[in-house]
């Protein structure tokens, strides 16, 4: 996916703490030249390797914050490494504009 909407769906999933489909909704008003089938397959993509990266953030030493968007499970997002994301996903699928 380009690098502008991976930018969006990350700020408003880590940082603002949205469901995949309400992050969904706003990624297809912000890049209405997306179509939104298009744009829902972005997202589920995003969602599902975000969730699977997660253990790969786990194994960060602890670091200087330097932005407002903190992905150290330490001290910023949390996404426990052995939870599930299908609820997010199945929510994702049955979302409508």
Not at 24 to 39: L, N, T
Not at 64 to 73: A, E, G, I, S
Request: aromatic share 10%; proline share 4%.
């Amino acid at each position: 996916m380009p690098y502008v909407i991976l930018d969006d769906l990350l700020y408003l999933f880590a940082h603002n703490r949205m469901s995949l489909a309400d992050c969904w909704r706003i990624a297809c008003h912000r890049h209405a030249d997306v179509d939104a089938e298009q744009m829902r397959a972005y997202t589920k993509r995003f969602g599902t390797l975000f969730v699977q990266s997660q253990w790969k953030r786990e194994q960060l030493p602890v670091a200087m914050k330097v932005l407002d968007l903190d992905l150290d499970p330490k001290t910023g997002f949390r996404f426990p490494v052995t939870q599930s994301i299908q609820d997010e996903l199945d929510e994702l699928a049955a979302a409508e504009l």
